[in-house]
């Protein structure tokens, strides 16, 4: 097992110094990825509803370092930790200045950049960045994944998409890893699973939250229905990473049938999940160290490596 923690992109602890301290402390401790999120502009009345909070609120102050920006400045402070978009919002930047930014990250960070992706929520956003249609946000995803795969291929390509068009270009330096990073699909919906068998290297759903709980047996149904897809594309199952995110949200309110909620309770218990999860083949967990404080989040850093991830031994 491969273990990974959100870096926090807002908030007290978003300042330079802290950020460079969480992500060398972790790297330190071995924690394997760092997850940095994705918003560009937040639009003072936001009626869509967040898909992983039980009320649909958005657990933000309207404030974000740009992703992409803040992805560089990890990797300049790093040397082995794996730098994530988790997950990058595909529609909200062109794919070309988008393949290339990736490109430029994967080659300074000598080969450390995953890409995770999904299609968004928040249709005010789309509409302030004037990006593509919102209702048609999945479909324009594919297209950018399939942008992304050509420009990083190293040769002349061209595209002619429903939603974007260019003649022949080069797009160079090509990124170190080859045919490109990692795609990780972002969501466990039918059409996410779908993009995952299709486009993916890896799929990386959250759950184990109130709103969104994907307790063991629902996930391994999902786990299954991916594996089918995944092999009517004529792809390799065994070759997709599985990553599962345990964020904190809603971290008061109770599972709707009064259930421990996974991941949560003594150390033993979230080692005992660590197990269940393994045994699904989840090969990255991700986990919530961020709280108001340096000093409190490196708290929680120290007790997970200590306290849990080295003795679960997986």
């Known amino acids: 097992m491969r273990y990974g923690f ?4 807002r908030g007290p602890t978003s300042g330079p110094d802290d950020l460079a301290t969480l992500a060398t402390r972790g790297e330190a401790l071995g924690f394997h990825s760092v997850m940095i999120a994705d918003h560009i502009i937040f639009p003072t009345r936001i009626e869509s509803k967040y898909p992983y909070t039980v009320t649909g609120a958005f657990p933000g ?18 040397e082995k930790l794996r730098l994530v978009t988790s997950v990058m ?9 988008t393949a290339k930014v990736l490109a430029t990250i994967d080659v300074l960070s000598k080969g450390r950049v995953t890409v995770g992706v ?3 929520w928040m249709a005010e956003e789309f509409a302030a960045l004037n990006a593509p249609d919102f209702a048609k946000r999945g479909a324009v995803s594919d ?6 795969a050509k420009l990083w291929s190293g040769g002349p390509v061209s595209h002619q ?14 990124p170190i890893q080859r045919p490109g990073p990692p795609i990780w699909i972002g969501g466990h919906s039918r059409p996410a699973l779908r993009r995952a068998a299709r486009h993916g290297d890896g799929w990386h759903p959250v759950g184990a939250n109130a709103a969104v709980p994907l307790p063991a047996d629902e996930l391994a149904v999902k786990i299954s229905e991916l594996k089918q897809l995944t092999v009517a594309e004529g792809r390799d199952f065994d070759a997709m990473t599985l990553s599962f995110k345990a964020p904190l949200y809603d971290a008061a309110v109770a599972q709707p049938d009064g259930a421990r909620r996974p991941f949560t309770g003594t150390n033993d218990q979230v080692i005992e999940d660590i197990h269940t999860y393994a045994n699904l083949g989840i ?7 961020r709280s108001p404080t340096l000093a409190e989040s490196l708290e929680r850093m120290e007790h997970f490596a200590t306290d849990i991830m ?5």
């Open 118 to 120: 999904g299609v968004g």
């Open 310 to 314: 080295a003795p679960a031994g997986v």
């Open 283 to 289: 090969a990255e967990l991700i986990f919530d160290i």
């Open 89 to 97: 919002i595909l529609p909200h930047r062109n794919p070309v200045v």
């Open 143 to 148: 297209e950018y994944l399939e942008i992304f």
């Open 61 to 78: 102050e309207g404030d974000a370092l740009e992703q992409l920006t803040l992805m560089a400045f990890i990797a300049a402070k790093t």
């Open 6 to 9: 959100y870096l926090p992109t």
């Open 161 to 174: 998409g429903e939603f974007y068009q260019f003649d022949e270009v080069r797009c160079e330096p090509i």
